[in-house]
């Protein structure tokens, strides 16, 4: 894996069904230490978007575009929100996620470096290279 | 579920990675129908620029981040490819926007999701209080 990547990272915050093993005093906690979280990342210019995502919505799939609910919002793998991190290397990228404070309570950080390009036209240049080789 | 968010709305596009399977013509032809459905989307205002993640990555769990695993995979159906940002009144255009995406013909599926104005957790965290309060009363 490239451990530069001047495109920045993102992070994507899986889980939905965590928050209701907690108290509301536990709540109220992770949630102000979440908040201060973003604001410092954002002070140093680290993260520059993120937003909380609502736990339903819909999905659109295959061929004949068939809409159906979801994600379940107690499914451990859902999305619950994102950042976009403005850093140079996959190791911020993930000395970042290990700091989030949603982690003792079950939630997962997925650590994904954003692409220069689209995926179809990085095949297609990769095609036509092994085509003219 | 609202059908009204003035946050907008987030396409998530998850699929394996089914383009590599695809001809040199075929891809050429999905890139500029992608390209138009994109530009359209822009000019009318309702996309904001999207990003396209790379196939790699690390999930970091268990507390204080001390599990660090390889993953997504790349041949995973549900690894999430990149994502589109729609300002769009209703989840029935965010939709109508989803089912026109070109790339769907091929398989793999879009998430279509609200917006959150806040964080959830700040608000079950005002209705414990509110629900704490009648009891009270």
């Known amino acids: ?9 993102m992070l994507l915050f899986r889980g939905n069904d965590w928050t209701k093993r907690l108290s509301p005093e536990e709540k109220q906690k992770v949630t102000d230490q979440w908040m201060a979280w973003f604001r410092r990342l954002t002070d140093q210019g680290k993260a520059i978007a993120g937003n909380p995502l609502e736990p339903e919505g819909k999905i659109v799939s295959g061929k004949n575009r068939v809409v159906s609910d979801g994600p379940f919002a107690e499914s451990k793998e859902a999305i619950g929100g994102y950042f976009l991190l ?10 970042i996620a290990r700091e989030c404070p949603g982690l003792p309570y079950g939630v ?11 995926p179809l036209a990085s095949e297609l240049k990769t095609e036509v290279q092994l085509a003219n080789a | 579920m609202n059908t009204q968010d003035r946050n907008g709305y987030m396409l998530l596009y998850r699929s394996s990675e089914w383009y590599k399977t695809l001809s040199q013509e075929e891809l050429q ?13 822009t000019a009318q205002g309702k996309a904001k620029p999207g990003r396209a993640l790379e196939r790699t990555g690390v999930t970091v769990s268990g507390k204080n981040g001390r599990f ?35 790339g769907l013909a091929y398989g793999g599926s879009i998430e279509v999701r609200p917006m959150a104005e806040e964080c959830p957790l700040d608000i ?13 009363v």
Request: negative net charge.
């Open chain 2, 124 to 136: 079950r965290s005002r209705e414990l209080a509110r629900e704490e309060q009648l009891v009270n």
């Open chain 1, 86 to 95: 403005d850093v140079a290397s996959f190791d911020d990228a993930v000395a």
């Open chain 2, 29 to 41: 032809k999905l890139i500029n129908q992608n390209k138009a459905w994109f530009e359209r989307l």
């Open chain 1, 1 to 9: 894996m490239n451990t530069q990547n001047q495109n920045g990272y």
């Open chain 2, 68 to 102: 660090v695993m390889d993953g997504p995979f790349a041949e995973s159906k549900e690894a999430i490819g990149g994502y589109l940002i729609l300002d769009v009144e209703t989840i029935e255009e965010a939709i109508a926007i989803a089912q026109s995406s070109p």
């Open chain 1, 108 to 118: 997962q950080v997925e650590v994904r470096p954003v692409a220069a390009e689209c």
